[in-house]
């Protein structure tokens, strides 16, 4: 059974940093692309990055583009998200998503979501 | 590129209904598209998958479909159930893997 656990959302302060994380089980992470998905209070899903399988190919949104960096660490399954330079339009429940294939074209598999909340 | 949906759709109980999303720029059959559903309150889920494609366990009644001449990939729910309303989303991707959702149709079941 594909199991995706995501972690690290907090409250945190316009400029500040956060490490979002999401353990991923039931299947060989290696073999598919990975993604980050938002949705802000009250609002529809947002893409905001994309990994490769191997990690060799990176894609973000041009919202994120800069402040936001994804990787994977595929011998520990867990994909992350490191996000700088926050902004108050950064709030929003973050899924983390499994791709159906090695590129980020469609997702099968979604997480429970964590949520980013930043404010003073 | 982006996706273009209804921000409402409302039909009974038993009756069908269709969602339309429509891709502003390259054509809608180069990509596949993605339908999701996502209830009040949960996750989304997976419904449709590269344009027609039912992941197991999402039954018949839900079905995807594209049409070149309109550019649009839709979603079409026959028997519904008072448990289909949720907000629906279309998804595709674009030459560079850039990925993009559609704004999101909320369905209501009268």
């Known amino acids: 059974e594909v199991q995706l656990l995501e972690s690290g959302g907090d409250l945190v302060q316009p400029g500040g940093s956060l490490r979002l994380s999401c353990a991923a089980s039931g299947f060989t992470l290696s073999s598919y692309a990975m993604n980050w998905v938002r949705q802000a209070p009250g609002k529809g899903l947002e893409w905001v990055s994309g990994i490769s399988g191997s990690g060799g190919s990176t894609y973000y949104a041009d919202s994120v583009t800069g402040r936001f960096t994804i990787s994977r660490d595929n011998s520990k399954n867990t994909l992350y998200l490191q996000m700088n330079s926050l902004r108050a339009e950064d709030t929003a429940v973050y899924y983390c998503?499994?791709?159906?294939?090695?590129?980020?074209?469609?997702?099968?598999?979604w997480g429970q979501g964590t949520l980013v909340t930043v404010s003073s | 590129f982006m996706l273009t949906q209804p921000h409402s759709v409302s039909e009974s109980p038993g009756k069908t209904v269709t969602i339309s999303c429509t891709r502003s720029s390259g054509s809608i059959a180069s990509n596949y598209v993605q339908w999701y559903q996502q209830r009040p309150g949960s996750s989304p889920t997976t419904l449709i998958f590269e344009d027609t494609q039912r992941p197991s366990g999402v039954p018949d009644r839900f079905s995807g479909s594209i049409d070149s001449s309109s550019n649009s990939a839709s979603l079409t729910i026959s028997g519904l159930r008072p448990e289909d309303e949720a907000d629906y989303y279309c998804?595709?991707?674009?030459?560079?893997?850039?990925?993009?959702f559609g704004g999101g149709t909320k369905l209501t079941v009268l």
């Open positions: 998503a499994k791709s159906s294939s090695y590129y980020p074209r469609g997702i099968d598999y």
């Open positions: 998804q595709s991707y674009d030459s560079r893997n850039h990925v993009a």
